[in-house]
Structures are given as structure tokens and as C-alpha cells.
């Protein structure tokens, strides 16, 4: 892989009035949407946690661009922090229902995010070859949203992703193969600190077979 560690020191002060408002309210959605709905991995991040390290590379000259993504986007938080913090953000998602979730979010708090339904995979992505049915994300079929984004994998600046563990080999080598050089990928790890890897070179490769999930 064309990707190395930034071991970055985070600033972990407490985040502003604001910020502490939409995250009080995102937490209160979420609860409301665990009770109520069942999508299967839809798993929150440590919101917090994202918005200090995000706060970190705003401050730093690591980011290439201002273009942020969020694959996998729920509920759309990490989109909206980063909107919050001056990055143009948008969300890919799969599911219908945290999309429409996501951009009523976004619109209460007038935050110009956007977000699309489908994968964040490019077409003929070959990773598919191996994996089946394994994750419902990993499909390109009747997907059109970089094309809906107007927008290229490699123009962005920073992506961030939260992995299942048997997902976090594909995740980097998908970001490996597709991201634009200079670009950060910042993944979350439960109840670890995030990652951050950044590309250091320009790629087209083939990504390796991932493993398929066990159990």
C-alpha cells in the first residue's frame, strides 16, 4: 500500500457551544431511531472523538483540498462536523431511510451538506469479484453517486469511514486504490482513537481479494 500512518497530536479541548448543541441533538435522533427502526451495522461513532481529530486536521497542512466524504454516512454526523469545521462535506449511504435521516439533520441546523443513497464504491470496482452478498454496501449495481456528486474518489481531501473489523483491510485498500494522492483517510475504531493514514503516492491498482466474514 502508498499509505502512511499521521500520528498527530489531537487537540482534545472542549468543543464550542454549538457544536455541543448539534451533538446533544444528533445523540437524542440516533436514540430515538435505535429504539424505534433495525438497520442492520448502522453503529454511531464517537462523535466527539471524530469532531477533535477533525478539529486537528483543519489546523495542520496534512489535507490536500477541502473536499470531505463520509462513506457509510448514517446518520450523517461526521458530514455535518466537517461542514462545521469549513470542509465541504458530503455523505454516501446505503440505506434509504439514514439518508433522509441524515439530510433532515443537516437542514435544521443549516448546514450545507449533501448527501447521496448507494455505494461509495466506484463502478467496476473489481473488489467485488470475491466478496458475494457478504456486505450489502459493497454492491455497484444501479449506483450512480459520484455521479450524483459530480465528483471523482480521488478529488477528495479527506474521507472517513467506520469499518467493521473484517471490513478495515478492504476500507484502506479501496482508499489505496482509488484515492487521490495527498489525500487522509481517517477511519474510527470503536472504542480506539481514530486513524489517520495518508496517501502518498498516485495509484490504479487492483485491490486485493478481501477475506470474506466469518460467522
Known sequence: MSLIDLNLPIDRA?????????????DRRIRRFQRDSRIPGFVPSDFENVYEVLRTLTATDWTVGNLFCEWGSGFGVASCLAAMLGFDACGIEIEGELVDAARQLADDFSLPVEFVRGSFIPKGGEVLSAVGDDFAWLTTQATNTHEELDLDMHDFGVI???PWPDEERLTG???D?????GAVLMTYHGSEDCRLRQKTRTTRQTPASPRRKQG
Open 14 to 26: 472542549r468543543p464550542p457551544a454549538d457544536v455541543r448543541a448539534f451533538l446533544r441533538e444528533a
Open 160 to 162: 472517513f469511514a467506520y
Open 177 to 181: 486504490c482509488y484515492g487521490g494522492a
Open 173 to 175: 485498500e479501496l482508499f
